[in-house]
């Protein structure tokens, strides 16, 4: 007779999440344990590309996440005035990737990942504060006892408790020079005709569409760690970019001003491994990427689908670790890398380097940045 494998999973934000789907459906049984006192998301849209729509298919929540979600027409970058620099076409997307570009809520996401999982394998209010192994097993302790399971998986995020347990020497995570503001406007009277990325001076503000006639909306701004507007986050907002070409300052009206969100962005020096033992790190607790590929959520799902099937083909546990590290690390800080300079590019200030970047992106072809996405966006399980 063969023995039920067991998880504990550190953090119940989106990767979390997917990994218990993923380990339950290959008949494993899964303890989430999230700090928070329930299981939510409080953050704005998400975009899922193609990659992550294959992810959530091999969960067996694709159609139903596609069905939350509002597929773009299309996209691209414009300058602070609203001039064209580089479009995309959601339709090519489908045709090259098999899948559409689809912008979600966050909470969502999260709530359709927590619908799937049976309500005793959640604990929220419970914090994780240590880790050891004890022979073929690993322990994780918490504030209200301990639990015992074949495999840990921290999936807690950039300040990763896990990643700090197991692995004392890690650098911490960098800033990367800039701040980012996101929120969702209320119902507009009429559809955005497509999404933008606007990119100025140090600023950048994109824009999306959602469901509900919603739009979500992103901006940055290249300032010193931990500021925060004098006069709140909307007032700042305004005053950078309440000048920029429409719909920008239309949008910024729509946006209710106690709902902007606003973080420094960080991303995670690459680690040596992935797994320490019976632990492994997933999503931003392996890997913190900067937002400029829109793939920071996408990834984390990826890394949730090649750990369980590593996991459950392998002849034991370390080897089925030892698969996922080898699959998911050199692709994860693949993207991590090209996520940041994308970022530093978006951010140049220097009005020659602007410029530059600019004309850049007005002379490549389309057809070249799709192929250029091609080894993240191609992705399957």
Sequence with gaps: MTTERTA????????????????????????????????????????????????????????????LGAVEAGGGVRDRAGRWLARTDNAEIERR????????????????????????????ATTVTGIHEDGDT????????????????????????????GWPGARPPRYAGYTAWRMITEPLPAPLASGAANWGRGERFGYTSMPGDRVYCFATATVPAGGAGPDGEWAELRRR????????PTLLDAVPEADVLRHDIYD????????????????????????NLGQGACQALEDAVVLASCLDRAPDIASGLACYDRR????????????????????WSWPPAAGARDLAARLTPSSATLRSMTPILGWKP
């Design 97 to 124: 990737f098999g899948m559409p570009l689809v912008v979600v809520h966050r909470a969502d996401l999260v709530r359709t990942l927590v619908e799937a999982l049976p309500g005793k394998t959640l604990r929220p």
């Design 241 to 248: 970019f309440g000048k920029w070409a429409e719909p920008i």
């Design 8 to 67: 504990v999973i550190v953090g119940g934000g989106i990767g979390g999440l997917a990994v218990a789907v993923a380990l339950r459906r290959r008949g494993w049984r899964v303890e989430v344990c999230e700090r928070a006192t329930e299981f939510t998301e409080i953050g704005a849209g998400l975009s899922l590309w193609p990659n992550a729509l294959r992810a959530l298919a091999a969960l067996g929540l694709g159609d139903r996440v596609r069905e």
């Design 328 to 347: 998911r690390r050199s692709r994860t800080q693949d993207v991590v890398r090209r996520s940041a300079r994308l970022g530093a590019v978006g951010q």
């Design 138 to 165: 690993v322990v994780a302790e918490h504030d209200r006892g301990s639990l015992r399971a074949d495999v840990v998986v921290g999936a807690d995020g950039l300040r990763s408790t896990a990643r700090s347990l």
């Design 268 to 291: 995670l020096p690459p680690l040596p491994g992935y797994v320490g033992g019976r632990v492994a790190l997933l999503g931003d607790a392996a890997h913190a990427m900067t937002p």
